[in-house]
């Protein structure tokens, strides 16, 4: 568990589109998710303010950047450690990108604003495998 002041981006993983499950490919031309475990604690979360959250996937063969999403949103304040799965959808990878046989991985920024408080956390998924 992450101490009172502190936002943790606890987990990042490629799913399946509209699923809940680890994907172990990604299908060229399907879109897919990346789905990040957060938590907030609770003496953060009691001022409420605004997080952040940037998902990069890389081709790691290629060392080509893949495609990025960044998703802000407005958190009304709590008095307790906020958990949440945030479910960031990616459009279907581009073929001039990601060839049959690449490896995927996905790295992740999360950032809360809370007042003057601010904290910060990054993570890695495992590597996925591109495929036809």
């Not at 897919?32 to 081709?59: Q, R």
């Not at 046989?101 to 992740?108: F, K, N, S, T, Y």
């Not at 604003?113 to 993570?123: I, Q, R, S």
């Amino acid at each position: 568990m992450s101490g009172p002041w502190d936002a943790s981006l606890k987990q990042l993983f490629f799913a399946d589109d509209q699923t809940p499950f680890t994907a172990d490919t990604v299908t060229i031309g399907r879109e897919y998710d990346i789905i990040a475990d957060i938590e907030i604690g609770a003496s953060l979360n009691s001022f409420g303010g605004e997080d952040k959250l940037v998902v990069t996937v890389t081709n790691l063969t290629t060392n080509q950047v893949v495609q990025t999403r960044t998703v802000t949103r407005q958190l009304q304040p709590a008095a307790a450690v906020r958990r949440q799965r945030r479910v960031i959808n990616f459009a279907a990878p581009d073929a001039t990108k990601v060839s049959d046989g690449d490896v995927l991985r996905a790295v992740g920024s999360y950032r809360v604003a809370a007042g003057v408080n601010t904290d910060h956390d990054a993570a890695q998924s495992d590597t996925t495998i591109a495929v036809n």
